[in-house]
């Protein structure tokens, strides 16, 4: 699972022209899932998004989530996150996975979030959306869920 998280002080999506969700102070995720990913990495990436320390303290460090500083989120999903354009031009989509499992898990990051008492908006799955934002830093984070490897997961 790959997320691309941007620190936002104001993001909206629309879906065939209509406004679908916005937000103000807070993050914006673009969400990819990949073929292989299950439950576990959803429970990761919505952990580690809800507790991103990428918002500034008083001494303009970045030491506050975003539940510290109330902000709110906008999950968008994103497959071509899974892109691989190294051979050709063209990227492959292989990598992601179907669109079944991936509904399913972005369901289940945003849920995650929700449970860490963060307001959640999220875009249309599948559809084609505009995504406008105000990008404040700017900050953008990727992160990635650990990689498996015999059933274990190779980071910590």
């Known amino acids: 699972m790959k997320a691309v998280v941007q620190r936002v002080s104001l993001a909206c999506v629309r879906v065939e022209g209509t406004e679908k969700a916005r937000i103000g102070q807070g993050l914006l995720v673009l969400l990819g899932v990949a073929a292989g990913d299950t439950s576990d990495d959803a429970s990761w990436m919505a952990g580690k998004i809800s ?8 001494r303009r460090h970045m030491n506050l989530s975003p539940a510290d500083i109330r902000g709110e989120l906008l999950l968008i999903s994103q497959f071509t996150l899974l892109g691989d354009a190294s051979r050709g031009n063209r990227p492959s989509f292989s990598e992601a996975a179907g669109p079944d499992l991936a509904r ?22 599948g559809a084609m959306m505009e995504v406008e934002l105000i990008n404040d830093g700017p900050v953008t984070i990727i992160l990635e869920s650990p990689k498996k490897q015999a059933g274990k997961s190779s980071r910590p």
Do not use: S
């Not at 849920?111 to 799955?125: H, N, S, Y």
């Open 51 to 58: 507790r991103l320390r990428v918002f500034p303290d008083g």
């Open 104 to 125: 399913q898990l972005y369901l289940e990051v945003a849920a995650g979030i929700r449970k860490a008492g963060l307001q959640v908006r999220t875009g249309e799955f």
